[in-house]
């Protein structure tokens, strides 16, 4: 399984339009040990010809253009993709605007939970995609799914499971109280398992807390990448930029009591990669003491064009 790491900051990408908080300022600048990162995307493939998509960043086109395996192949036909699937975990807009860029009349699949896909068929912008090509499939809970290309399958089987979290900002609905109108869906993980040789990794880009059922599915797990959104709890609110914290925002922390780091310390995970790094996450400079304290925890911090077979 051949896995790459198209985008790995969060929504807003790295640097934001129009931020200048330290790290946005530091990465225009161009000052050592930070990089410019893209939205929040992964590609899986088995045979390093059919890829399917992860999330579908706002920066696809960007993403497809910087990653030569996801262009057109110049022995194929006209027009040709080896993007033949996009598997969504929630309706952020740094993960379903992306679809958008995938219209010009090509054969595609989209997986997602009967939450986001209710989200799709609610805007009508995404029939764009036309329904005449591209199917939509629904990721029942907990049932692995084989994924599928308009023609056939690729071999890889999905399954999709609940994790604590937050239907997407645009969604929320504070008439419906504290949970802003969430429910079961709004925030999935997966896991991604090639069944001829039974490896398998888990994508987990956003995630409010570690529960223990979490914790028991990804124990032991060969591979995690996880949602790394925020350092610190308050670090939005600490660096003046916005007046929430992480948990308000459905994402739990790296550090603290309740953080990631502390979360995975006992579960064997082998490898930990965090994705949808926040742009106000100090772990994106490679310098700073927390960038030290994640890699002595065991953690990598992800980056865009990131490889990892498995
Ligand atoms: C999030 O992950 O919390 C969202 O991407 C935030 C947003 O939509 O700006
Ligand atoms: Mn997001
Ligand atoms: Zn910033």
């Not at 310098?287 to 990892?308: I, L, N, Q, T």
Request: glycine share 10%; with cysteine.
């Amino acid at each position: 399984m051949i896995i790459k790491v198209l985008g790995s900051a969060a929504g807003g990408g790295f640097p934001q339009w129009n931020c200048n908080c330290r790290n946005c300022a530091d990465v225009r600048a161009g000052k050592p040990g930070l990089a410019a990162r893209t939205q929040s995307s992964l590609a899986v493939s088995l045979n390093g010809r059919e890829w399917v998509l992860l999330n579908a960043s706002p920066d696809l086109r960007q993403q497809i253009n910087t990653t030569p395996e996801l262009g057109s192949r110049p022995d194929g036909p006209l027009r040709n993709s080896p993007i033949k699937a996009a598997v969504l975990t929630n309706a952020d807009v740094d993960h379903i605007s992306g679809l958008i860029n995938l219209r010009e009349m090509e054969p595609l699949a989209i997986y997602g939970s009967h939450r986001v896909l209710a989200t799709l068929a609610a805007n009508s912008i995404f029939n764009i995609l036309s329904p005449s090509v591209v199917y939509r499939h629904e990721l029942v809970l907990g049932r692995p799914t084989e994924i599928h290309a308009a023609e056939a399958a690729l071999g890889l089987r999905v399954t999709a499971f609940d994790v604590p979290g937050k239907v997407a900002l645009y969604l929320e609905d504070a008439s419906q109280g504290p949970g802003l109108g969430t429910a079961t869906g709004d925030t999935i993980g997966l896991e991604v398992a090639d069944p001829e040789t039974g490896k398998s990794f888990f994508y987990i880009p956003g995630c409010a807390a570690v529960d223990a059922g979490l914790a028991e599915r990804i124990a032991g797990a060969a591979l995690v990448f996880f949602d790394g959104t925020l350092y610190a709890d308050d670090e939005m609110i600490v660096q003046g930029l916005l007046n929430k914290t992480g948990a308000r925002m459905g994402h739990i922390s790296i550090s603290g009591d309740n953080g990631s780091i502390a979360a995975f310390r006992d579960l064997g995970v082998a490898r930990k990669i965090y994705v949808h790094i926040n742009n106000s996450n100090p772990v994106l400079d490679d310098r700073s003491a927390e960038h030290a304290a994640v890699a002595a925890a065991g953690w990598e911090v992800g980056y865009d064009g990131m490889e990892v077979r498995l």
